[in-house]
């Protein structure tokens, strides 16, 4: 860390920390340095949902809303064996579809859109997850969001997610100041070559979800700590900061229950494991 805070790109985040102006060039050098630090940080960055397809990959990332990922792929095995086609889950009762996705919270909610995008797959996409953006936005419950985790895990169609977290970390590290997903979007869509943008997705949520802390970040045990204009807004004594850290980082399971082959930490529970 003492070598990479010398850099130039070091030197221009403590500029910008100072309230200095920071030219286009030397904000597109410093944003695609942080994705190589983080390249090298989540080498098996990666979208926390579990699926096996299209359709389960949209269904998952409906029912993420407004709860975590683990608690999703802790749902959806049931939900898949119940229906595993949009034919079928179209056509489920909808008190039972309620009753399988109700541990994701707001459930009537999601099987309404559930239903709906179900449906809709049936009758105008022949039963098929549209691969272009333009369709998948017309399905109910799916946004812009939705719909670039779809194209890029399942259709390997560039894309950035704008989460929580996401948008959180670009204008921490004055990327944007932007508070539209769209526009953040936009903004740092323009600093990165498209084939980077739906890694840039996973590390930065990656970093969000275990560093990067919205209340609390770890900022003493960040690596890319350096080049963050916002160093500081958190824990900065190392050994307090190491506490922070969250799941496989930290010595816990991460989101997934079937994990990719290179996770370096131990699936999550399975729902109802004690």
Known sequence: MSEQSSTPVAKAAKAVKAGKPESHLALVRRARRINRELAEVYPYAHPELDFENPFQLLVATVLSAQTTDLR????TPAL????????????ADPEALEQLIRPTGFFRAKARSLLGLSAALRDRFDGE?????????????????????????AFGVPGVT???HFGRLVRRWKWTTQEDP????TEVCALFPKSDWTMLS???????????HARKPACGACPIAPLCPSYGEGETDPEKAQKLLK???????GQRLKPPPDFPGKAAPALGTP
Do not use: S, W
Request: proline share 8%; aromatic share 6%; with cysteine.
């Open 72 to 75: 999703v792929n802790q749902t």
């Open 80 to 91: 898949f064996r119940a229906y595993p086609t949009p034919d079928e889950m179209a056509a």
């Open 129 to 153: 997850v549209p691969g272009r953006l333009d369709d998948l936005v017309t399905l109910p419950g799916v946004g812009r969001k939705t719909a670039n985790v779809v194209l890029g895990n």
């Open 162 to 164: 704008v989460d929580t």
């Open 182 to 185: 769209e526009k953040v979007e």
């Open 202 to 212: 996973h590390r930065i949520i990656f970093h969000g979800r275990r560093i990067c």
């Open 247 to 253: 799941y496989e980082m930290g010595g816990q399971p």
